[in-house]
T-cell receptor
Framework: SQKIEQNSEALNIQEGKTATLTCNYT??????LQWYRQDPGRGPVFLLL?????KEKRKERLKVTFDTTLKQSLFHITASQPADSATYLC????????????FGKGTRLHILP | KAGVTQTPRYLIKTRGQQVTLSCSPI?????VSWYQQTPGQGLQFLFE???????NKGNFPGRFSGRQFSNSRSEMNVSTLELGDSALYLC????????????FGPGTRLTVL
């Protein structure tokens, strides 16, 4: 069955360092992958989308990579700040591309001042 | 442009009751998707509506249903509530398909006693 795993439930990073979050998937080949940020008590907010034919995408301090051979996406936040503390979710379309999106369970990122 | 709104924000019900949740998408968005979020299962896709028709459905029992009106507003209904239905229910709107960027509402926190 199709499976998405995000590297850890929680990650503590010192302010100013680069935070790297991992999203691994098995048993299928998504056409694209999205990253969302979710703060407590709020709905997820879209951050970045990367397609299967793209290796890397950047937006300000954010960078996403997509390795379809390793079946893995890495999400980087450079020069991290306490305000970056949140839960980050990855999401992929399903194998038969039937418009059903599946989400990982998320990684809670804590940026320590 | 106003964001996605959901009502009510909080709801407490008892087992066996039914509940109706409402979602107003961003103006111009025609696709509305519903998700259930729990700590154990993460964010799970319930269904997607487009032009008043259910376009996709996740793996939830028939107690979960929804509809979409001509103005794209959507409602979801859960009948015969069970304790396990306690969750954050999120609505997301997108322009045409839920594989486009989705904009999430703040969610409705449902507690079943």
């Amino acid at each position: 069955s199709q499976k998405i795993e995000q590297n850890s439930e929680a990650l503590n990073i010192q302010e100013g360092k680069t935070a790297t979050l991992t999203c691994n998937y098995t048993n299928y080949s998504p056409a694209y992958l999205q990253w969302y940020r979710q703060d407590p008590g709020r709905g997820p907010v879209f951050l970045l989308l990367i397609r299967e034919n793209e290796k890397e995408k950047r937006k300000e301090r954010l960078k996403v990579t997509f390795d379809t051979t390793l079946k893995q996406s890495l999400f980087h936040i450079t020069a991290s700040q306490p305000a970056d503390s949140a839960t980050y979710l990855c999401a992929l379309d399903r194998e038969n591309r039937d418009d059903k999106i599946i989400f990982g369970k998320g990684t809670r990122l804590h940026i320590l001042p | 442009k106003a964001g996605v709104t959901q009502t009510p924000r909080y709801l407490i019900k008892t087992r066996g009751q039914q509940v109706t949740l409402s979602c107003s998408p961003i103006s111009g968005h025609r696709s509305v998707s519903w998700y259930q979020q729990t700590p154990g299962q993460g964010l799970q896709f319930l269904f997607e509506y487009f032009s008043e028709t259910q376009r996709n459905k996740g793996n939830f029992p028939g107690r979960f249903s929804g509809r979409q009106f001509s103005n794209s507003r959507s409602e979801m209904n859960v009948s015969t509530l069970e304790l396990g239905d306690s969750a954050l229910y999120l609505c997301a709107s997108s322009l045409e398909r839920n594989t486009d960027t989705q904009y999430f509402g703040p969610g409705t926190r449902l507690t079943v006693l």
